[in-house]
């Protein structure tokens, strides 16, 4: 598979930008910012500098974009795996609290009892993640446990 | 009390009429400090030593809440990449301020005064501006915010100078403060890149009561402190909030936010109140043609930044109009100037007018840049 190379931009003060550049000439990213919430930008195509879309996205929304964009197959496929267990579930969710920090240190089984069984950086999914994985920004942790666990879960990736 | 409850309801209402019509709510307050107080239609005495000390407040936490803002990373990455840009900036824009003080007779210190005014553009409205016009996501907008880091970091350097100049410290009191000043930021900033989760725990606090008042409290201790040392308290409020970072700086910003908008309005008003409306109109020719200027020179230094970091023409007009803003650092700037009775009293008209230009100028300009440029596009492909 042919990797897209997405560039990422510190906005001082704001966020972060990633984006990268589509075959149709354009450029597609998404601003992070720091109290969570996303800005989904599309440029110009007269202008390649400027932005021709700017939508703001709570991070639900964001989770949803994703869903419909990221990992869809990954998670369909867990999602019909779990089926038939009762009470378990799967969720996407924005790790916004913990960029430049291990997976070890979210501590997330012994505080809430759901799992990280995969984390989505940039549209690629990198399975099985152990506790020195390093989280960067924009990172969306796929989370697997019953809907209390993922609820907490969802509290401690965002705010630590 | 009547008269402070007034006093915050028509603060209200003028933020108000502010947001509706999409402009910053600086220059209504300050235009609503002038119509009262000295000269105005109605003196307010009563309020003096509460508007006092919460003006004073309301720098310590407009500093706060901007170090908060940045974390020590995005300090020093933004101060690499612009520091020429940064350079550009400070010759261009703080030379008109210093030139205009000197032609006016108005000596040294305030053409250093001066200087200040007229070079810092107002973060707070230049990324309300870009974030209101979308423009966020634009490939220019990195490198106005990284010039914004510089000026922020420069002030961090200015203020503790000019602090010193005004108290009429000689000039290697000045060094002194200078030298100080610099090893206190360069240590804050080692310590917050290394350690900062050590001290965004202490501050830290579940609950809202004892955090809100560690937060306060500290800003308030290390602003005194750093007043103690000659090193103005603005700057001590601003290296706490670099030293707080992650989500402590994210959980601190909601909390201060409403009394930074509280305390930093009534420093803006206490600045009108403090200045006679009739000494402005003897300096609003200058006033007029600083702002001509200035703005000129603003669009200069976005243009090269942008041009540097190979942004095409649109893109670095949009950078250029976005640093024209002038605001709140300006008035701080010159309410310090004015405070200290070493300037000349014209000085805080001067301000005054100068800003209410500018801080109107400045979103109109970022606003109408695209279309102007669109149009003179145009028209040289039509000729």
Redesign the interface.
């Known amino acids: 598979m042919i990797g897209v190379n997405v560039e990422i ?6 966020g972060t ?1 990633q ?1 990268f550049m589509i075959r149709a000439g354009r ?1 597609i ?1 998404v ?1 992070t910012y ?2 969570g919430r996303f ?1 989904l ?1 599309l ?1 110009k195509a007269s ?5 021709a ?2 939508i703001p996205l709570s991070p639900e929304e964001a989770n949803t974009l994703a869903g419909l964009l990221g990992a869809p197959q990954l998670v369909a496929h867990l999602r019909e795996e779990h089926r038939d267990i009762t009470g378990i579930t799967t969720r996407q969710l924005p790790v916004t ?1 913990f960029a430049n920090r291990t997976l070890g240190e979210t501590a997330l089984r012994t505080r809430t009892g759901a799992s990280i069984v995969a984390v989505v950086r940039s549209g690629n999914a990198h399975p099985s993640p152990g506790p020195d994985f390093l989280f960067e920004n924009g990172d969306l942790a796929v989370v697997v446990g019953t809907a209390e666990g993922l609820d907490a879960a969802a509290e401690i990736l965002h ?2 | 009390m009547i008269q402070l409850g007034a006093v915050f309801f028509g603060l209200g209402l003028l933020g108000r009429v502010a947001w509706k019509m999409g402009i910053s709510p600086i220059p209504l307050y300050l235009v609503g400090g002038l119509a009262f107080g000295v000269g105005g239609l109605v003196p307010l005495h009563g309020i003096q030593e509460f508007t006092h000390i919460a003006s004073e407040i309301g720098v310590v936490l407009l500093l706060l809440l901007l170090g908060l803002e940045y974390s020590a990373s995005e300090l020093t990455t933004g101060l690499k990449r612009s520091w020429m840009a940064g350079v550009l900036d400070l010759v261009l824009n703080a030379a008109p301020g210093a030139i205009a003080a000197l032609l006016l007779g108005w000596g040294p210190v305030a053409a250093l005064a001066m200087a200040g005014v007229t070079y810092i553009s107002s973060s707070g409205i230049v990324a309300k501006v870009l974030g209101d016009l979308g423009r966020l996501g634009n490939r220019e907008t990195p490198v106005v915010l990284s010039v914004l880091v510089f000026e922020d970091l420069a002030m961090a350097v200015y203020l503790p100078v000019l602090t010193a100049v005004l108290s009429g410290v000689s000039f290697f009191g000045g060094l002194t403060s200078v030298g100080i000043s610099l090893l206190a930021i360069t240590v804050v900033l080692v310590v917050a890149l290394k350690y900062g989760r050590f001290i965004s725990a202490v501050v830290d606090s579940p609950d809202h009561e004892v955090f809100l008042l560690k937060l306060l409290g500290s800003a308030l201790l290390v602003a005194g402190l750093a007043s103690q040392l000659q090193v103005s308290a603005a700057v001590g409020a601003f290296l706490l909030g670099i030293a707080i970072s992650g989500s402590t700086a994210e959980n601190a910003t909601r909390l201060l936010e409403p009394l930074r908008d509280l305390f930093a309005a009534m420093f803006f008003v206490v600045f009108g109140l403090n200045t006679d409306p009739n000494s402005i109109p003897p300096v609003l020719g200058i006033a007029v043609a600083l702002a001509a200027i200035t703005t000129l020179t603003k669009v200069v230094t976005g243009w090269w930044a942008a041009r540097r970091q190979g942004i095409g023409k649109m893109g670095r007009m949009r950078a250029g109009a976005a640093l024209v803003a002038r605001g709140e650092f300006s008035i701080v700037i010159a309410g310090l100037a004015v405070a200290s009775g070493q300037v000349d009293e014209q000085l805080a008209a001067l301000a005054t007018a100068y800003v209410l230009l500018m801080a109107i100028l400045g979103p109109i300009a970022a606003k109408y840049v695209e279309p102007i440029g669109e149009f003179f596009q145009r028209r040289r492909q039509t000729v």
């Open positions: 931009t510190p906005l001082p003060g704001i930008r984006d450029r990213g601003i720091r109290d800005e930008i440029s202008d390649p500098d400027s932005c879309a700017s609290a705010g630590g």
